[in-house]
């Protein structure tokens, strides 16, 4: 009988590869950028060919998607467990507010590679990025927050999707001051917390 194990390997080897490019170029694109994160740059960085790279990957866009899409899977199994244990609206946006900030704190080459990515967007550099994650992030927080509010744990005179899009807008920066060595995310997360907490709740709640 013929065994599967060589092809079971060759996935694992085609798998660790993948990985291990991935990472090298999430900390290419986080150091020099978008632009000057070439496959041959990151090719060096690990010590291979060009040709490795394009062996599994189709081409530096589908790289950067690749990255994209992990960051984004990596994020979600981080923080959703933590928000979805809250039972009341406070809790639950501490909890978002929170855990969006300690995922930022504890990945910060992850973080500094997507912003450097969503700027080439900005720029019209081509990318695979587009803002439809940041859209779906803050439809998700405004129906939390909706489903909140109904619950009478939040006050009833704000917009969530203006609410979720102003949450949304001072998390992003983060990121971007990550290299600030003044920037202290954990007193940034309180304030955050605080600041939204005092927009949302009723009065002396």
Do not use: W
């Not at 900390?27 to 394009?54: C, F, M, P, Q």
């Not at 062996?55 to 923080?79: N, P, T």
């Not at 489903?147 to 979720?164: C, E, H, L, S, V």
């Amino acid at each position: 009988m013929r065994s599967t194990n060589g092809g079971d390997n060759r996935t694992f080897v085609s798998n660790a590869r993948r990985a291990q490019i991935v990472e090298a170029a999430i900390e290419t694109v986080a150091e020099v950028g978008y632009a000057d994160a070439s496959l041959s740059r990151i090719a060096v960085r690990l010590g291979i060919s060009k040709g490795v790279i394009s062996y599994h990957f189709a081409g530096k866009d589908d790289l950067i998607a690749e990255i994209v899409s992990q960051v984004l899977q990596q994020a979600r199994a981080y923080m959703q467990p933590r928000i979805e244990a809250q039972t009341t609206g406070p809790q639950m946006l501490r909890a978002y507010i929170e855990s969006n900030l300690e995922f930022i704190r504890d990945n910060p080459n992850q973080l500094r590679a997507i912003v450097e990515i969503v700027r080439a967007t900005f720029a019209g550099a081509t990318s695979p990025f587009t803002g439809g994650n940041r859209d779906v992030a803050s439809q998700i927080l405004a129906e939390l927050l909706t489903r909140f509010q109904a619950d009478g744990d939040f006050r009833p005179d704000f917009d969530p999707k203006a609410m979720a899009i102003a949450i949304r807008a001072v998390i992003d920066v983060a990121p971007s001051r990550l290299t600030d060595p003044e920037f202290d995310i954990d007193k940034y997360a309180h304030e955050t917390v605080t600041i939204f907490h005092r927009a949302t709740c009723m009065t002396g709640a």
